[in-house]
């Protein structure tokens, strides 16, 4: 892997000592400030999850009546010996290679908080935790965990559950509405997985779903018009008021520049993948990849003990973003620009172990 060379992200944080000389002048509104950051704290590291030293909790699940019955996935996964060994190894070693990358690359850690935990949804039923990401079959994957969890009545096949549908909030809980102990219990215990995908191949893919086509009409008023605002010279009328033509080249401008972090976060669609699942304080047990995906899916349906019970969909479409066409998107970018965008979504390449793409022109 060539390793880049843009800062990387850290986040410090930051504390206050008080001398002896302050104590003798506070007052008792300060000393009720003081308690309650200090429960605030306690409160926040009950939840404090490391991957360091991730001891799973290796116990069967149970049914609603509290009888124990089958095996868990995370026992199917460390000490199953029912998974093809070949494969058991090519997650091991991109645990490995993850939980490596963390201690590299990530200087200082801080605490798990719920809002970190509102991409992670829970299936109860199969002990599993998913931590969707958009452009990663995210949808398909969504619907599986309908089909697990009896979200959608009786349908047993993924697609026949409406695209639109697998998208509705409330449809799967999400790990960040469960109390603390919940939490805790369930990020011990269950299969925490995640699917991630080349960095720059979902950006495209995610341009080209919000950006070209018609029926998104939402995000080219939402985003679209404000790119066009700030980062096209003397543009048209009808653009302003649309955002229904925006290049790659001005999206690209959008997301690199500083001001529109300082604004509002990203959108999902395009927020790095370890800013939407922490991957560094999470410790996932399947680090899935777009580019075997089937096989990956195969993978945790059978941890899960669910191959009879649910199929992943099958990919037929033809007009997928693939690495030739996502490098056709790059031509028209400069080098200065493609470096600024390599340096933005670095954590990502590095984490999941994608090299720089070979298309990159900048040295």
């Not at 070209?212 to 543009?235: C, D, E, L, S």
């Not at 009328?237 to 500083?258: I, R």
Request: net charge positive; hydrophobic share 35%.
């Amino acid at each position: 892997m060539r390793p880049g060379r843009g800062s990387h992200e850290t986040r410090r944080g930051s504390s206050g000592a008080v001398g002896p000389g302050q104590r003798l002048r506070m007052r008792k509104p300060r000393a009720s400030r003081a308690v309650f950051v200090l429960s605030l704290g306690c409160f926040i590291m009950v939840i404090f999850y490391c991957n360091i030293s991730p001891k799973p909790a290796l116990e069967p699940l149970e049914h609603s009546s509290g009888q124990k019955s089958r095996r868990s996935p995370l026992q199917m996964l460390y000490d199953g010996e029912q998974v093809e060994s070949a494969v058991q190894a090519i997650h091991q070693g991109r645990r490995e290679l993850l939980e490596e990358a963390c201690r590299t690359y990530t200087r200082k850690r801080r605490v798990l908080i719920p809002d970190d935990l509102k991409h992670v949804m829970v299936d109860d039923q199969h002990g599993l935790l998913y931590c969707y990401v958009p452009k990663v079959a995210c949808t398909n994957w969504k619907r599986v965990l309908m089909v697990l969890t009896g979200v959608n009545g009786s349908h047993k096949d993924p697609l026949s559950i409406p695209a639109h549908e697998a998208h509705v909030a409330g449809n799967l809980r999400t790990l960040s509405e469960y109390s603390i102990s919940q939490i805790n219990q369930r990020l011990r215990s269950y299969l925490k997985f995640v699917f991630v995908r080349e960095p720059f191949e979902r950006l495209v893919s995610a341009y080209r779903n919000k950006f070209t086509r018609n029926y998104n009409t939402a995000f080219h008023k939402r985003y679209g018009t404000k790119i066009v605002q700030r980062h096209r010279q003397n543009p048209k009328p009808e653009a302003l008021e649309n955002g229904d033509d925006v290049s790659f080249e001005e999206f690209v401008y959008y997301l690199v520049d500083p001001a529109t972090q300082r604004e509002e976060p990203f959108n999902e669609h395009w927020e790095r993948v370890h800013s939407l699942c922490h991957p560094c304080l999470i410790h996932y047990d399947v680090v899935g990849k777009y580019e075997t995906l089937e096989q990956d899916s195969r993978y945790v349906l059978r941890l899960a003990q669910v191959e009879d019970l649910v199929s992943f969909p099958t990919s037929s479409k033809t007009t997928r973003t693939t690495g030739d066409m996502t490098a056709q998107f790059f031509n028209n970018v400069s080098p200065f620009y493609q470096k600024k965008l390599y340096n933005l979504y670095r954590m990502d390449f590095l984490l999941f172990n994608y090299s720089m793409p070979e298309y990159l022109k900048f040295s």
